[in-house]
C-alpha cells in the first residue's frame, strides 16, 4: 500500500490523516476519492494532516490543488497541516504554499475554520 | 547502464531506483538524490502516460551513466511527441490552479541541464545532467 488515508472528526472538522506516498496511481486516486466523498457528504471543513507523507509527486502536487478547488467551489474550507519539509518545498517552488491555508498545529489548524 | 522498460507505473520504481544507485555511487548527497529520483520519476511518468500512452507494445528507453561527477540520465518514449517550447507556465497565475502541468518545470527546476528533442520516427528524447558539488 503506497499511500493511507484515515478520517476522523473532530467537532464539524474533517480530519484526514494521510500516510504514505502520494504519488501517480494509487495514491492520487486515494487521495481524490476520499476528497470526493467527504464533500458528498456535505462535509464543508476538510483538514489534511500531511505529516506522515513521505513523498509526493507533481501529480500529487496537482491532486492537493484538484482537491482544494473541489472544496472551495463546493462552498466549503481545505487546509493543510503538518507539511514535510520535502511538501513544503515542492509547494514553495511550485508557488502554491501562499494559495494553500497552512497550519503546524491541529487545534490551531481547527479553530481557524470558520 | 540501459534498459528498456515497460510502458507502466512499475518502470517509474524501477528507473528511480537504477538512477539512484548510480548517483549514490557517483558522491551526490541526499538532497541531490532527492532531485535526481524526482527529476527521474517525472521524466518516466511523462514517457509511459503522455508519450506511450501506457502502450504494451511501445517501450521506454532508459539509460544513465556516470562520468567523473557528472550524472546524465537519458529517457525517450514511442509516443506522438508533444509541443514541449510551447508549455505553459505552471507557475504564472493563470495556470496556478491547475491540477496538472508542472513535471517538466519541477524537472528544470531539479536538474543542472535539460534538453528535449524529437525522435523521428516519433517519441521525446530528454537528457537530464545532475552535477555532483
Known amino acids: 500500500m503506497s499511500v493511507n488515508l484515515s478520517t476522523r472528526q473532530e467537532g464539524d472538522v474533517s480530519v484526514v490523516d494521510v500516510e504514505g506516498r502520494i504519488t501517480l496511481g494509487e495514491g492520487t486516486s486515494a487521495l481524490r476519492d476520499t476528497i470526493r466523498q467527504l464533500v458528498g457528504n456535505g462535509q464543508k471543513k476538510i483538514l489534511l494532516n500531511l505529516g506522515d507523507v513521505s513523498y509526493i509527486d507533481s501529480s500529487g502536487i496537482g491532486e492537493l490543488v484538484s482537491g482544494f478547488t473541489t472544496v472551495t467551489n463546493s462552498g466549503g474550507q481545505l487546509k493543510l497541516l503538518n507539511l514535510t519539509k520535502r511538501v513544503k518545498d515542492l509547494l514553495q517552488i511550485t508557488k502554491l504554499y501562499t494559495v494553500f491555508d497552512v497550519a503546524e498545529s491541529e487545534a490551531s489548524a481547527i479553530r481557524s475554520f470558520t | 547502464m540501459e534498459r528498456d522498460l515497460d510502458s507502466t507505473l512499475d518502470s517509474v520504481d524501477r528507473a528511480e531506483g537504477l538512477a539512484l544507485d548510480v548517483a549514490e555511487r557517483a558522491g551526490f548527497g541526499e538532497e541531490d538524490l ?97 552535477y555532483a558539488t
Do not use: C, W
Open chain 2, 34 to 130: 532527492m532531485k535526481i529520483g524526482m527529476a527521474v520519476r517525472e521524466s518516466v511518468v511523462n514517457a509511459v502516460v503522455h508519450g506511450n500512452r501506457y502502450n504494451r507494445n511501445k517501450k521506454v528507453q532508459f539509460r544513465v551513466e556516470r562520468s567523473g561527477g557528472r550524472l546524465t540520465v537519458r529517457i525517450a518514449d514511442e509516443g506522438e511527441g508533444f509541443d514541449f517550447g510551447n508549455l505553459p507556465d505552471p507557475v504564472a497565475p493563470e495556470n496556478l490552479m491547475r491540477g496538472s502541468g508542472r513535471g517538466i518545470f519541477l524537472i528544470r527546476s531539479f536538474m543542472d541541464e535539460v534538453q528535449l528533442r524529437h525522435l523521428d520516427p516519433g517519441g521525446i528524447e530528454i537528457i537530464l545532467v545532475k
